[in-house]
């Protein structure tokens, strides 16, 4: 299998892009550039500039605000699209917990993609209601 088809493969299996046909498959595939990380290291640091978006493959991740876990994140799961739809610095740090396979898109990759694939765009802004809504119910200390 090339390595292209195994990322479409890989992204058919992501919530995210759940309503997208072959096609679309293989058109965000050719925008994401698979990458894997090791163990620890920091993909997204809370208050930084953010300029990628990231869709995990495999493998976990924690999420921390402030110091204090908040989330764990594993296949399928997504992160960095608040940063690239405003502008603004990482809400979140994200770390590693395990060795894992990313693919991911920079600012020019991720407009072409919510512009060329309405329903992604959708379910992106259903899971940033989502979790508007989880920090509102949160504990603040």
């Not at 405003?86 to 898109?105: C, F, H, K, W």
Request: with cysteine; glycine share 8%; proline share 6%.
């Amino acid at each position: 299998m090339s390595e292209r088809n195994r990322k479409t493969e890989m992204l058919a299996k992501v919530l995210l892009f759940s309503g997208c046909n072959r096609k679309e498959l293989n058109h965000i595939a050719s925008l994401a550039t698979e990458v894997d990380v090791p163990e620890g290291k920091v993909l997204a640091k809370e208050g930084a500039p953010g300029r990628e978006f990231y869709v995990i493959l495999d493998g976990k991740a924690t999420v921390s605000i402030g110091g204090r876990q908040v989330a764990m994140l594993g296949p399928s799961d997504f992160f960095g699209e608040m940063a690239l739809l405003d502008q603004g610095p990482r809400v979140a740090t994200v770390t590693a917990e395990t060795p894992m396979e990313v693919a991911v898109l920079d600012p020019r990759e991720f407009a072409t993609l919510v512009e060329e694939h309405p329903g992604v765009a959708r379910k992106i802004l259903r899971v940033l209601a989502q979790r508007l809504r989880e920090s509102e119910h949160a504990p603040t200390h």
